[in-house]
């Protein structure tokens, strides 16, 4: 059974840093590109940050320069380091995993809040 779990969410200041991780089982991990979305409410879902199977690394413009996605694939883990974090980074933060151009496995969700 495939499990992506994501955690690490919570309430923040502006200007704060959270760091999320997404574990992954039930899946030969080092194949799939990861990735990081998030929505807001009222919002559509939007694409933050990719990893590909090699570490190449893609950001949405938003985040650039402060978001920083990794993985382990040894532990089969994904992470998501947010520094300078905004009230606009408020969103629930999903990963997903896959293998082409669409996720094929997706996590429930992790909740950011960015308030003072």
């Known amino acids: 059974q495939v499990q992506l779990v994501e955690s690490g969410g919570g309430l923040v200041q502006p200007g704060g840093s959270l760091s999320l991780s997404c574990a992954a089982s039930g899946i030969f991990f080092r194949i799939y590109a990861m990735d990081w979305y998030r929505q807001a409410p009222g919002k559509l879902r939007e694409l933050v940050a990719t990893i590909t199977q090699g570490g190449n690394t893609n950001y949405a413009d938003s985040v650039q320069g402060r978001f920083t996605i990794s993985r382990d694939n040894a532990n089969k883990t994904t992470y998501l380091q947010m520094n300078s974090l905004k009230p606009e980074d408020t969103a629930i933060y999903y990963c997903?995993?896959?293998?082409?151009?669409?996720?094929?496995?997706w996590g429930r969700g992790t909740q950011v809040t960015v308030s003072s």
């Open positions: 997903s995993a896959r293998i082409g151009e669409s996720p094929n496995h």
